[in-house]
């Protein structure tokens, strides 16, 4: 059998274009047949795929064949994102120490209210779109007060949502910015907020970067706007969707609503559940080092290749009944949804803590909550809900 005969190339290019529910449906019939998908555009454009949970976990903690070095050599990179150790661990080092559970801890009091408000705002006007609203505003303003980005969360979040579309998958969707001017444009209020922190530094992440630096020498600015930078994009899109899709998930199952209405202590349970199932960040970008054997099949060196988490999470090889939604799944906390290994995601003790709060607040002050209209969602290379109108029952009317 040539790798050609064996590839599930249609389903592969599903993927690799993004349509969208297509995708989840190729997932399944790719691992149908195994674990590596290859997709050739016919003008030189080679990707590969993989997807079982085994292999695509394999991947992630091997950087010695698997480079998160995936831009050409001289390109602006983002960081700790798109480097390999020893490079990587300095940077990640100190990202992880700005997420160290007594600094994010007194962050909770100050979301909660947020949520709260909002929420409060939201059972006021009884139906909402809360895909445009909500999903958003919530980790923006949230996600800006971590950071040390001030009040200015309306231009940070039009930012970061233009900075997407820029740069969505490595490919520029037509009609959007270019990254160089959306760069120069975040570049100047970031300067300014930077150095006022190095004058008198706060508790926030910005603080934290400037004054810890790497590994005890202080970064230049051009280095902290990356690094400010890299923490607002990894970190908004994918809670917004984790957010968006576990509210659309429990919107259409009462039952696991009413579960969570009687036991919030099991709130968290249903988050690493959610994330399991409906990944928010269905896959990550890595290039092969060397020839490189993966289930069988041969991915040659300097290749691109996706690691393809949400599928990884919902492999049958790996998970039992993979499409039902449990929140007593006893194995669930190992998915993929967070990455593995040296990327493993630093943030994501303030992604669950974004997601239970937001949980916490809107189960008690409902008593039920459902889907009112069509749902739009974007499925790779996230998974999300764009649009999501909900019908919202307020817990007193019950
Ligand atoms: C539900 C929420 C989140 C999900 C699903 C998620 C997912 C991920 C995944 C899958 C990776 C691994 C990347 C790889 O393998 O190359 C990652 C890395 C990363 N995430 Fe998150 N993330 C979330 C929230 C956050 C938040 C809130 C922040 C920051 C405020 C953040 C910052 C980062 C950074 C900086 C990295 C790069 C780490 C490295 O390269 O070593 N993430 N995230």
Redesign the pocket.
């Known amino acids: 059998m040539t790798v050609t005969d064996w590839v599930p190339s249609v389903a592969m290019k599903d993927v690799a274009t993004g349509t969208a529910e297509t995708v989840l449906t190729a997932y399944e019939s790719i691992l149908a047949e195994g674990s590596v998908a290859r997709y050739d555009d016919g003008v030189g454009n080679v990707m590969w795929g993989i997807f079982s949970y085994a292999e695509t976990e394999q991947a992630?903690v091997d950087s010695d064949v698997f480079s998160?070095v995936t831009v050409p050599e001289g390109a602006p990179r983002i960081l700790?994102?798109m480097a390999d150790p020893p490079e990587?661990g300095a940077y990640?080092r100190l990202?992880n120490s700005c997420f160290r559970p007594d600094r994010i801890a007194p962050i909770e009091a100050r979301m909660r209210p947020v949520a709260a408000e909002l929420i409060d705002s939201m059972i006021g006007a009884g139906t909402v779109d809360l895909g445009a609203t909500f999903v958003y505003e919530f980790p923006t303003r949230t996600?800006c007060e971590?950071i040390g980005l001030g009040d200015e969360w309306k231009f940070y979040g039009r930012w970061a949502s233009e900075m997407e579309k820029a740069t969505s998958a490595g490919v520029r969707n037509a009609g959007s910015r270019l990254p160089e001017e959306l760069m120069a444009e975040i570049a100047p209020p970031l300067l300014a907020l930077i150095n006022a922190r190095r004058e008198t530094p706060g508790t926030d992440a910005i603080s934290r970067i400037v004054t810890a630096g790497l590994d005890g020498a202080l970064l230049p600015d051009d280095v902290v706007v990356g690094l400010v930078i890299?923490?607002f994009l990894?970190?908004l899109n994918?809670?917004a969707s984790?957010l968006g899709n576990l509210i659309y998930r429990l919107a259409r199952d009462q039952e696991s609503q009413q579960l969570l209405r009687e036991h919030p202590e099991l709130i968290p349970e249903a988050i690493e559940e959610g994330?399991r199932i409906d990944?928010?960040?269905q896959e990550?970008p890595r290039r092969t080092k060397r020839d490189i054997d993966v289930g069988g099949t041969v991915i040659p060196a300097d290749s691109a290749v996706f690691?393809n988490?949400g599928s990884a999470n919902l492999d049958p090889k790996a998970w039992d009944n993979p499409e039902v939604f449990d929140i007593r799944r006893a194995d669930k906390r190992r998915h993929l949804?967070?990455?593995r290994g040296?990327?493993?995601?630093?943030?994501?003790p303030?992604?669950r803590m974004q997601m239970r709060v937001v949980l916490e607040e809107l189960l008690r002050r409902t008593s039920s909550f459902s889907v009112a209209g069509p749902v739009e969602r974007l499925t790779w290379p996230r998974l999300s809900v764009e649009r999501l109108p909900l019908r919202l029952v307020p817990a007193d009317a019950a």
């Open positions: 992630a998160s700790p994102l990587h990640k990202f996600l971590f890299a923490l990894a970190g994918t809670t984790g994330v990944s928010p960040q990550m690691l988490y949804a967070f990455g040296q990327h493993s995601c630093p943030g994501s303030l992604g």
